[in-house]
């Protein structure tokens, strides 16, 4: 009895599952890790003005100001240095306009950056040209991005204190966040709040979630071309 009235339900399950299971062999499994790792960061979005959307991986992140921001730069350095604002107002200036391209499709044209470029900020700090990458952290206490130490030596991977024509505002990351011009948005991590030289390359937060570490926009359509300053 049990058997026989158990049976259709049986199948209508089994069926369902079949479902579903021809869908993840329609789309791979890979495909699938893709239209997740597409969908996850919607539910981060913000509205944003100006093409711009705004994303954080966290539901709310401390405000730090110009002046209670600190930047700790660790690892592989000849001294561990702790900068304020104004200690990254004192090293060399870099400014540079580039468009901002999310891998998920949106882009913002020509948009003015200025702050450190990182081969300044990591020489002030004496950090060993032998060390394979760096390491990211934000002050949200989740994202992290990383760089081989080649890509970071580009002096068009910047340290950004200013972001279309102003202070780089809370919602963009600010007081200060990275702008690695010729890599998708995902690299540009947001409320920077420790660089650590170290010895291999840690996948960063959409890395691990499927995300390339290889980040290049169009290496081959020239938009990898030297900053203006
Ligand atoms: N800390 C942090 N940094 C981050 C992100 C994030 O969610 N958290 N999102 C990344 C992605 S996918 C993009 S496209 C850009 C978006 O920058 P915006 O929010 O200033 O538009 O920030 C990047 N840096
Ligand atoms: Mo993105």
Not at 101 to 125: E, H, I, M, N, Y
Not at 201 to 228: I, K
Request: hydrophobic residues 40%; negative net charge.
């Amino acid at each position: 009895m049990d058997e026989v009235e158990g049976a259709p339900v049986g199948r209508r399950v089994v069926l369902g599952m079949l479902g579903l299971g021809a869908l993840g062999v329609a789309l791979g499994s890979r495909a699938q890790d893709k239209v997740g790792d597409v969908l996850a960061p919607i539910s981060g979005i913000i509205p944003a003005a100006g093409g711009f959307r705004y994303y954080t991986v966290t539901s709310s992140v401390p405000e730090e100001t110009a002046q209670t921001y600190r930047l700790e730069v660790s690892g592989r350095v000849a001294k561990k240095r702790t900068l304020t604002m104004a200690d990254l107002a004192a090293l060399p200036q870099t400014s540079l306009t580039r468009d901002f391209q999310c891998v998920t499709g949106w882009r913002v044209k020509d948009v003015a950056w200025s702050g450190v470029a990182l081969p300044d900020l990591l020489d002030a700090c004496g950090a060993d040209p032998k060390a394979a990458a760096i390491t990211f952290t934000s002050f949200d206490g989740v994202y992290t991005e990383s760089l081989t130490m080649e890509q970071a030596r580009r002096r068009d991977m910047l340290v950004a204190t200013s972001m279309l024509g102003g202070p780089v505002t809370h919602d963009h990351g600010g007081p200060v966040r990275l702008f690695t011009a010729p890599m998708y948005g995902y690299k540009s991590l947001k409320w920077l709040g420790g660089i650590e030289v170290v010895d291999e390359v840690e996948p960063g937060y959409w890395e691990l979630r499927g995300y390339d570490v290889d980040a290049w926009v169009g290496r081959s359509n020239g938009r990898t071309d030297a900053p203006t300053s």
